[in-house]
């Protein structure tokens, strides 16, 4: 005893009598059952204790409980003395006047519980101190199981209507409740007020906020299978996993989904209203993102699940309906996070549903100019397009392929500047290539970079993939004609007198070494600080591949500044 006076004496003025019940609170959830039962899903109430201090004139129950994770409120207010019980009420039937989210439990008479409250505290770290020691483990267990017993009946007060103890208010009104069944008839009458355009979707497993790994999976591919260009016949779906049953729950049932003549289609005005409501919250969206600009998904959210909105939507289930509304818009819709464009996937869907505030979506005008230019580059990247990214998505899958095509470029043509006889590079094309190498969306690289690279000041037009297809052409040919101007200039560099007359019908390799029958056999031993012996060392090597010889040539003495160096060498002998 004498130890758990001291445990008691160190616990200090920090000490809370709410945190304590509410740990100790089996209760802890309670659920509007006739609602849950008539939606096929569950909701459910939290039920927390707050003490006397908290109930104030000017309280705000909406955000004293946005951190409260649950549809509704019970408070079970814990009064300081006798005295303060009618005042307590008359603050919360004043308070509570337009808060329908919360119910809240005053006892009808005071009863002293804080000394129990610190005792039981003080017992129960003391029992899990003592846990090797049996036998003083076995003491303070009965002194703990007492005084647990002692809480349990003044926490039956305020979760047991039949004991009559409590008042219960909601609403600016004193309520009868006699039973549990009548506490969770009034639970069930707020959710039919409160979230009233909820729709029944009848699959648990994501009809809730957090779900599991496995589901997870599951409705990845749903997500997957609705954001493809082409529908599959039942999304592409078959067996009896559990993404069937969702797709069939959340698709199929709800009338979003349907098959006419072999043809899968989606729904987006469904016959049930309430999914109707659903998918013109999405829709309307989108609209907004039109007319507004960039808008951060945290406020879709807030439509679709606070009880502002009167959805309550679980966001288990928001991904899907996104996909099924974004497969239709998929060509208008841009999505960024706070750096770049993402591309339009489940993954993407995913990462907005863990944290909606942190992404964003924004609207392009389609128009059949951006058709048409994408058709076009799509025939002229044909060998880089992978077929899946383009049944994925509308248009990233051209810039996938231009990348792809710019990744396979010799190093020579992606950096050129000038060509080898000096020219420079028409900076339409330089501004093309650069293009490829930075990290921005698609719709900015097709529809504004692309433009204006060359010269089209944002306007897509018809001109503006043929000019794309010569950039490429040029870049393709690059090596080629870089090979073929470089032979002629070190052909007429390294001819002979001799061979001067009939030099265009003469190979490289036979230029270059009757030139070098012209050098003292001497010179092929010597070493140059310019390094000049390894081009003697190539010219002397030469054979009849001239394709070889030159790309040989280029790679030893072509320098950064696209100027043929150690050429000059020539005078030098």
Same mark, same amino acid.
């Given at each position: 005893?004498?130890?758990?006076?001291?445990?008691?004496?160190?616990? @200090?003025?920090?000490?809370?009598?709410?945190?304590?019940?509410?740990?100790? %609170?089996?209760?802890?959830?309670?659920?509007?059952?006739?609602?849950?039962?008539?939606?096929?899903?569950?909701?459910?109430?939290?039920?927390?204790?707050?003490?006397?201090?908290?109930?104030?004139?000017?309280?705000?129950?909406?955000?004293?409980?946005?951190?409260?994770?649950?549809?509704?409120?019970?408070?079970?207010?814990?009064?300081?003395?006798?005295?303060? !019980?009618?005042?307590?009420?008359?603050?919360?039937?004043?308070?509570?006047? %337009?808060?329908?989210?919360?119910?809240?439990?005053?006892?009808?008479?005071?009863?002293?519980?804080?000394?129990?409250?610190?005792?039981?505290?003080?017992? $129960? $770290?003391?029992?899990?101190?003592?846990?090797?020691?049996?036998?003083?483990?076995?003491? *303070?267990?009965?002194?703990?199981?007492?005084?647990?017993?002692?809480?349990?009946?003044?926490?039956?007060?305020?979760?047991?209507?039949?004991?009559?103890?409590?008042?219960?208010?909601?609403?600016?009104?004193?309520?009868?409740?006699?039973?549990?069944?009548?506490?969770?008839?009034?639970?069930?009458?707020?959710?039919?007020?409160?979230?009233?355009?909820?729709?029944?979707?009848?699959?648990?497993?994501?009809?809730?906020?957090?779900?599991?790994?496995?589901?997870?999976?599951?409705?990845?591919?749903? !997500?997957?299978?609705?954001?493809?260009?082409?529908?599959?016949?039942?999304?592409?779906?078959?067996?009896?996993?559990?993404?069937?049953?969702?797709?069939?729950?959340?698709?199929?049932?709800? @009338?979003?989904?349907?098959?006419?003549?072999?043809?899968?289609?989606?729904?987006?005005?469904?016959?049930?209203?309430?999914?109707?409501?659903?998918?013109?919250?999405?829709?309307?969206?989108?609209?907004?993102?039109?007319?507004?600009?960039?808008?951060?998904? @945290?406020?879709? *959210?807030?439509?679709?699940?606070?009880?502002?909105?009167?959805?309550?939507?679980?966001?288990?289930?928001?991904?899907?309906?996104?996909?099924?509304?974004?497969?239709?818009?998929?060509?208008?819709?841009?999505?960024?996070?706070?750096?770049?464009?993402?591309?339009?996937?489940?993954?993407?869907?995913?990462? +907005?549903?863990?944290?909606?505030?942190?992404?964003?979506?924004?609207?392009?005008?389609?128009?059949?100019?951006?058709?048409?230019?994408?058709?076009?580059?799509?025939?002229?990247?044909?060998?880089?397009?992978?077929?899946?990214?383009?049944?994925?998505?509308?248009?990233?899958?051209?810039?996938?392929?231009?990348?792809?095509? *710019?990744?396979?470029?010799?190093? *020579?043509?992606?950096?050129?500047?000038?060509?080898?006889?000096?020219?420079?590079?028409?900076?339409?094309?330089?501004?093309? +290539?650069?293009?490829?190498?930075?990290?921005?969306?698609?719709?900015?690289?097709?529809?504004?970079?692309?433009?204006?690279?060359?010269?089209?000041?944002?306007?897509? $037009?018809?001109?503006?993939?043929?000019?794309?297809?010569?950039?490429?052409?040029?870049?393709?040919?690059?090596?080629?004609?870089?090979?073929?101007?470089?032979?002629?200039?070190?052909?007429?560099?390294?001819?002979?007198?001799?061979?001067?007359?009939?030099?265009?019908?003469?190979?490289?390799?036979?230029?270059?070494?009757?030139?070098?029958?012209?050098?003292?056999?001497?010179?092929?031993?010597?070493?140059?600080?310019?390094?000049?012996?390894?081009?003697?060392?190539?010219?002397?090597?030469?054979?009849?591949?001239?394709?070889?010889?030159?790309?040989?040539?280029?790679?030893?003495?072509?320098?950064?500044?696209?100027?043929?160096?150690?050429?000059?060498?020539?005078?030098?002998?």
């Amino acid at each position: 005893r004498q130890q758990i006076a001291n445990a008691v004496a160190t616990q @200090g003025s920090k000490f809370s009598v709410k945190d304590v019940l509410n740990a100790a %609170n089996f209760d802890s959830y309670i659920y509007p059952s006739r609602y849950n039962d008539s939606r096929e899903m569950t909701r459910y109430f939290s039920f927390e204790f707050i003490e006397e201090d908290e109930v104030t004139a000017d309280v705000n129950w909406s955000i004293k409980s946005e951190k409260i994770e649950a549809d509704g409120v019970i408070y079970g207010i814990i009064p300081n003395s006798e005295d303060s !019980i009618k005042e307590l009420q008359n603050v919360l039937l004043q308070t509570s006047q %337009n808060e329908q989210r919360f119910v809240f439990i005053l006892p009808k008479k005071f009863r002293k519980i804080q000394n129990v409250i610190r005792e039981f505290s003080a017992v $129960t $770290t003391l029992r899990n101190a003592a846990i090797n020691d049996k036998v003083l483990f076995d003491e *303070y267990e009965v002194i703990y199981e007492d005084l647990r017993e002692v809480i349990g009946s003044f926490i039956s007060a305020y979760t047991r209507p039949e004991e009559y103890r409590s008042v219960y208010i909601h609403a600016g009104q004193q309520q009868s409740i006699t039973r549990k069944a009548a506490l969770t008839e009034l639970l069930s009458k707020i959710c039919d007020d409160v979230y009233s355009l909820t729709p029944v979707i009848n699959i648990e497993a994501i009809n809730q906020n957090d779900i599991t790994s496995v589901a997870k999976n599951s409705r990845a591919k749903v !997500i997957a299978a609705l954001l493809r260009n082409e529908l599959e016949s039942n999304l592409g779906l078959s067996g009896s996993g559990q993404e069937v049953s969702i797709m069939r729950s959340t698709l199929i049932k709800t @009338g979003i989904l349907s098959e006419n003549n072999g043809i899968t289609h989606i729904d987006l005005a469904p016959k049930d209203e309430l999914m109707h409501h659903l998918m013109n919250e999405i829709i309307a969206f989108i609209l907004d993102a039109r007319s507004c600009g960039k808008l951060s998904f @945290g406020k879709l *959210y807030e439509r679709l699940c606070s009880p502002n909105g009167h959805i309550g939507l679980r966001k288990g289930l928001i991904p899907i309906y996104l996909a099924a509304v974004f497969h239709k818009y998929k060509k208008e819709l841009i999505i960024q996070d706070r750096y770049t464009q993402l591309p339009l996937t489940a993954d993407t869907l995913l990462q +907005i549903n863990a944290n909606p505030d942190n992404f964003y979506m924004a609207y392009l005008e389609w128009d059949p100019e951006k058709e048409a230019l994408v058709q076009q580059l799509e025939s002229l990247f044909s060998s880089h397009i992978i077929a899946a990214e383009k049944n994925a998505n509308s248009y990233d899958y051209v810039v996938s392929a231009m990348k792809r095509w *710019y990744m396979g470029l010799p190093k *020579y043509s992606k950096g050129i500047k000038k060509t080898i006889e000096s020219k420079r590079v028409d900076a339409r094309y330089v501004k093309f +290539i650069n293009l490829l190498k930075q990290s921005l969306g698609s719709h900015e690289i097709l529809f504004t970079e692309l433009p204006n690279a060359f010269g089209y000041a944002d306007q897509v $037009t018809a001109g503006l993939a043929e000019n794309i297809a010569a950039a490429k052409q040029f870049f393709d040919n690059c090596i080629t004609l870089a090979k073929e101007d470089l032979s002629k200039i070190v052909k007429n560099i390294f001819a002979t007198e001799q061979n001067l007359p009939h030099l265009q019908q003469m190979s490289l390799a036979s230029v270059v070494q009757d030139w070098c029958d012209t050098l003292d056999l001497q010179v092929f031993e010597q070493l140059f600080a310019d390094g000049t012996e390894k081009c003697l060392g190539l010219f002397q090597s030469a054979t009849a591949d001239e394709g070889m010889l030159i790309a040989d040539f280029m790679k030893q003495f072509y320098n950064e500044e696209n100027v043929p160096s150690k050429i000059i060498f020539k005078q030098e002998f």
